[in-house]
Nanobody, 129 residues
Framework: QVGVVESGGTLVEAGGSLNLSCKAS????????MAWFRQAPGKDRVGVAC????????YYADFVRGRFTISKDNNKNLLFLQMSGLKPEDTGMYYC??????????????????????WGQGTQVTVST
């Protein structure tokens, strides 16, 4: 069964850095694109960044470009999100997502050409002022 589990979220001060991880199971990350989404309180879930099968092609939402870096380790079935220059508006639940799985999927936006079908439970990131 396809699944992903996020970790690494915590409380951090504005201007700080944080690294999120996502462990994939039931599929090989080298065979599918993956992405990070986030959802702020009272707002819709939006795409943050996505990465292709090999990890060579990445896409970012405008509001994180230059501050966040998405990467993957296909040998370990892991996805990462390195976040720096964090702002209070980056606060939210961060979700890992995979292209693997059934259904039409959801776009991540930001020029990302893939659709994502399975999400984890999320990891909370809170940026204080």
């Amino acid at each position: 069964q396809v699944g992903v589990v996020e970790s690494g979220g915590t409380l951090v001060e504005a201007g700080g850095s944080l690294n999120l991880s996502c462990k994939a199971s039931g599929f090989h990350s080298a065979s599918y694109a993956m992405a990070w989404f986030r959802q702020a309180p009272g707002k819709d879930r939006v795409g943050v960044a996505c990465i292709n099968l090999s990890g060579a092609q990445v896409y970012y939402a405008d509001f994180v470009r230059g501050r966040f870096t998405i990467s993957k380790d296909n040998n370990k079935n892991l996805l990462f999100l390195q976040m720096s220059g964090l702002k209070p508006e980056d606060t939210g639940m961060y979700y890992c997502a995979t292209e693997a799985g059934p259904g039409p999927g959801r776009s991540a936006g930001g020029g990302c050409p893939y659709r994502f079908r399975v999400w984890g439970q999320g990891t909370q990131v809170t940026v204080s002022t």
